[in-house]
């Protein structure tokens, strides 16, 4: 017997009304558990004593697929705050987040060459310079730079989910 998934069922059972509000915060759950594990998939390669001559591509690699989460994220988090504001449930606290973060967002729409995709699975087919030029511009990236770009859009997702919660019921 398969075990019963509570968040799916809480989903399915939901009041028509709060299902959209239920569904936002059963997702926002999905992707903060895929968030986690694409943070634990880079700390192993990052953080890793390695003696393999392949281990700087390896962190590359990580980045990559962090820093296109990070672009993936960035965009589907503004859907959600205009969903929130079209609902007419995006609260204060929310909004002065979104605003304040600002600075953040931009510079993670800007990632360069980075495509909207955890993985790259066209690089081998690029042209060399442009591959060359993507992975010096993915190795140039400040581990601790990425690290707050997560952690402030996960608070935000956070915030967001808390908004939802709120509707629930009204």
Known sequence: MEPKNIQLQWL???????????SMVVGWQTVAETLNATVNRFNAKFLQESDDK????KVIAAKQALMASLKELRLALEKWLAKLRQEGVLSDKSDTMWKTL????QKINAF??????????????DPPADMIALYEDVQSHDIEELNTMLRALY?????FRADAMAALGK
């Open 155 to 159: 608070d935000l997702g956070f915030q």
């Open 54 to 57: 392949h281990h700087e591509m």
């Open 102 to 105: 600002q600075p953040i967002l």
């Open 12 to 22: 399915k059972e939901a009041d028509p009304g709060d299902q959209q509000f239920v």
């Open 112 to 125: 360069r060459d980075i495509r909207n995709c955890a993985f790259h699975f066209g690089d081998f087919i």
